[in-house]
């Protein structure tokens, strides 16, 4: 895959999970691209109101300790409809799948994580 350089976008990375979330960033630091990082969905939100105008990305947990990402995600996009929200999740059935796209989703990547599929589907948004 060539270099991929997104120094002028935003991915704001809602995780709860701090290896998952250090996954992530490492997988993203070669495209230099701008990273926020909330581990719930209250930080989240408060990331998202003050940084709005620059996030391009949300790459969104659905299972968080207070607020459920499909909730935080509906609250995002009432905020800014344009934001690009991609549920990841251990949730991998299609049936998981067509809930979140339903529910406010733009897309959809199942964990564990594949650096390449992310990568990949990123790339279609940024």
């Avoid at 230099?32 to 581990?39: E, S, W």
Wanted: glycine share 4%.
């Amino acid at each position: 895959m060539k270099t991929l350089d997104w120094h002028q976008k935003c991915i704001l990375i809602v995780e709860d999970d701090q290896s998952s979330a250090e996954y992530l960033q490492e997988l993203l630091r070669a495209t230099k691209v701008k990273l926020l990082y909330a581990v719930n969905g209250n930080q989240a939100m408060q990331l998202f109101q003050e940084n709005m105008d620059t996030i391009d990305v949300v790459l969104m947990d659905i299972q968080l300790p207070d607020i459920n990402g499909l909730e935080v995600t509906r609250d995002m996009k009432k905020l800014k409809k344009s934001v690009i929200v991609i549920a990841q999740t251990a949730f991998a059935l299609i049936s998981d799948k067509n809930k979140f796209l339903k529910e406010g989703c733009d897309d959809y990547i199942a964990k564990p994580i594949i650096g390449n599929t992310l990568l990949e589907k990123l790339s279609q948004y940024l």
